[in-house]
């Protein structure tokens, strides 16, 4: 069964830094796409960032305008959102997801979610 686990959220301050991870296991093959989302309180969950297998991220939300950057190591079935100069409006839960086939950022095309993780921006 695949499954996604979620780690590195935390509390940081603003302009600061943060890496998450999503771990992928259970998964056939590789060519499935792996999208980062967030909710924020109160709001729809919203596309992040997403990549395939190939590392392409085109079709995918970016409305981090440049802060956020998505990268993926299929060897160790990872992919990482590294996120910089945070703003307290980052503050959500950050989830990945899978789909099999190219990137999109419709999160209704997501077949497999992980847990999700908070992330907080405050001083």
């Known amino acids: 069964q695949p499954q996604l686990v979620e780690s590195g959220g935390g509390v940081v301050q603003p302009g600061g830094s943060l890496t998450l991870s999503c771990a992928a296991s259970?998964?056939?093959?590789?060519?499935?796409?792996i999208g980062w989302f967030r909710q924020a309180p109160g709001k729809a969950r919203v596309g992040v960032l997403c990549?395939?297998?190939?590392?392409?991220?085109?079709n995918c939300a970016h409305s981090v305008k440049g802060r956020f950057t998505i990268s993926r190591d299929n060897a160790e079935n990872t992919v990482y959102l590294q996120m910089n100069s945070l703003k307290p409006e980052d503050t959500a839960v950050y989830y990945c997801?899978?789909?099999?086939?190219?990137?999109?950022?419709?999160?209704?095309?997501?077949?497999?979610w992980g847990q999700g993780t908070q992330v907080t921006i405050s001083s």
């Open positions: 259970g998964f056939t093959g590789h060519y499935h796409t």
């Open positions: 990549i395939s297998d190939s590392g392409d991220t085109r």
């Open positions: 997801a899978a789909k099999w086939g190219g990137p999109s950022d419709y999160a209704d095309l997501y077949d497999y």
